[in-house]
């Protein structure tokens, strides 16, 4: 009879480090990270589309230290469905961040009128950075999702 667990199809404790598109986890750990301390060290003017920011940074970045903790300890093991909940969290993860990526530059491009000052310019240099990153964490997110669609296509 056929085992119905995902033993083989993902990979568990120090093997995630190896490849991909687990590999992935260390550089969406260190753009999530630096969105939300870009985002948290600027002076809020525009606060709903900031908090939102914040929110989906700082929710990712407790939900990929979850996931990668089921990883690491081999959780991910103990059933079939592990690879569709690994598309499926970083597909929504991907989204979350395209939606909070735009809000962000455009929030960046209106404080452009106030960067003529050095405090002003600071604000302003920093919402760059963190718009750079949130997009750079949309892209590790969506290349996470297509190489784990491929794995769970070929599974």
């Not at 753009?31 to 709903?48: C, R, Y």
């Not at 589309?49 to 940074?57: A, L």
């Not at 209106?110 to 960067?115: D, P, V």
């Not at 003529?116 to 750079?132: C, D, F, Q, S, T």
Request: charged content about 10%; overall charge neutral; some cysteine.
């Amino acid at each position: 009879m056929a085992s119905t667990t995902s033993s083989g199809v993902l990979p568990s404790g120090c093997k995630i480090l190896c490849k991909m598109p687990d590999l992935l986890f260390i550089p969406e750990f260190v753009a999530g990270g630096l969105v939300w301390t870009l985002v948290a060290s600027t002076e809020v003017l525009i606060p709903n589309p900031q908090g939102w920011v914040m929110f989906v940074s700082i929710f990712c970045f407790v939900m990929t230290t979850i996931w990668f903790i089921c990883f690491l300890s081999g959780i991910n093991q103990n059933g079939s469905y592990w690879p569709t909940l690994d598309v499926a969290y970083h597909f929504i993860a991907a989204a979350l961040y395209l939606s909070a990526a735009v809000p962000e530059a455009l929030i960046t491009i209106e404080l452009k009128a106030i960067a003529v000052n050095p405090p002003g310019l600071k604000i302003y240099r920093e919402n760059i950075a963190a718009v750079v990153m949130a997009y750079v964490a949309t892209l590790l997110y969506t290349v996470h999702t297509i190489f784990s669609a491929i794995r769970w296509k070929s599974s």
